[in-house]
């Protein structure tokens, strides 16, 4: 029988770990290697020979949309499913036209990931579930006249694109729920859309409406009194959803002082020197592990509000965490701009 060659390219070795368990089963599968950053895929590809490549594309020193072309044109017939945490639609499409034959979300069940592996190796395509109805919606053929929006307007469409909910946008802007609905209202008529992923999808697709949002929203941001300011942690050995996160951060508590660390020792370093109101620690830190250094933050700092994030709906992650003092357990999936604004407000107030 004609073996499958696999190689996972993957930075945390948990994961790889979790991949090589759900994969175990498969009979016709041989796991032939691992690696955990991009300088290394190129030479393991070419040393080990793969059918099958499953790949995270948030790995360290790793250009995805590139990588991935050039290695279509060195090794056309190798079969690529990416297996990542991140479901943006334009991202997902990019890897999609360089030709990847697959994207498989990181928070469905195991099932489903052999499941993706089957269908590849069948020739098929294979996206998640819950990234089909963003790619397949249709798009609205673009006019060459932008709408005239108002101050208030590009206001909320701004906070609206951030993924801010009702309350939050009527407390950043010192306006009623009733009256952010009433501007909503207005604003789809407005743009010609029918919800609030259209409206922010909209706002996402053209930045000449981002720049006047961004001159207009200085105007408008709340500055909450000294004794409200917080000081938050991130800890999350991978850099490019450290930044989305402070940037996040920033966006929708400007007065925030926000530090980050990538291991455990950065972490609790920072912990004695700034004692964070809120910390934010990845599950998986490397070859760490995030609840322990719950667990040591908490020790140190108890005062620290710790939320554990994770790529992966595990219960066990979820009970370690709490059990280690954590104060919530997210998935990185749900972690949005309106789910941090309430965190923040509720552990300062």
Not at 127 to 143: F, M, N
Not at 158 to 176: E, F, W
Not at 335 to 347: G, N, R, V
């Amino acid at each position: 029988m004609h073996l499958t060659r696999v190689l996972l390219a993957d930075d945390h070795a948990l994961v790889r770990a979790g991949i090589r368990n759900a994969l175990e089963g498969q009979t016709n599968l041989q796991i032939v290697g691992e690696v955990g950053d991009g300088p290394s895929l190129l030479p393991a590809i070419e040393r080990l020979f793969p059918d099958l490549l499953l790949i995270d594309v948030t790995m360290p020193d790793f250009e995805p949309v590139a990588t991935i072309q050039h290695i279509r044109l060195l090794y056309p017939h190798l079969l690529i499913l990416v297996v990542s945490a991140f479901d943006d639609d334009v991202y997902v499409q990019g890897l999609l036209r360089v030709g990847v034959n697959g994207y498989h979300l990181k928070d469905q069940p195991l099932s489903d990931l052999r499941l993706a592996v089957e269908r590849v190796l069948a020739g098929q395509r294979w996206i998640s579930s819950s990234l089909v109805d963003k790619l397949i919606q249709p798009t609205k053929v673009e006019t060459a006249v932008s709408p005239k929006l108002s101050t208030r307007q590009l206001d909320i469409l701004n906070l609206l694109a951030q993924g801010l909910d009702n309350r939050a946008m009527a407390a950043q802007l010192g306006l009623s729920i009733k009256t952010i609905e009433t501007h909503l209202t207005r604003l789809y008529r407005q743009l010609d859309v029918q919800s609030r992923l259209e409206a922010a999808n909209y706002a996402h697709q053209h930045p000449d409406l981002l720049a006047a949002i961004g001159q207009s929203t200085t105007k408008t941001q709340t500055v909450l009194p000294q004794e409200h300011q917080a000081s938050i942690l991130i800890v999350d050995d991978n850099q490019r959803y450290r930044q989305q996160l402070r940037r996040m951060v920033g966006r929708i508590y400007p007065q925030a002082t926000i530090y980050d660390a990538t291991n455990s020792a950065d972490a609790l370093h920072l912990v004695r020197q700034i004692r964070p109101q809120i910390a934010f620690v990845d599950v998986v830190l490397g070859d760490e592990n995030g609840i322990q250094c719950t667990r040591w933050i908490k020790a140190e700092f108890h005062h620290s509000r710790v939320i554990l994030m994770s790529a992966y709906p595990d219960r066990e992650f979820h009970r370690q965490g709490l059990e280690a003092g954590a104060n919530a357990f997210l998935d990185k999936k749900d972690i949005d701009a309106a789910t941090l604004y309430q965190i923040i407000t509720d552990a300062i107030n």
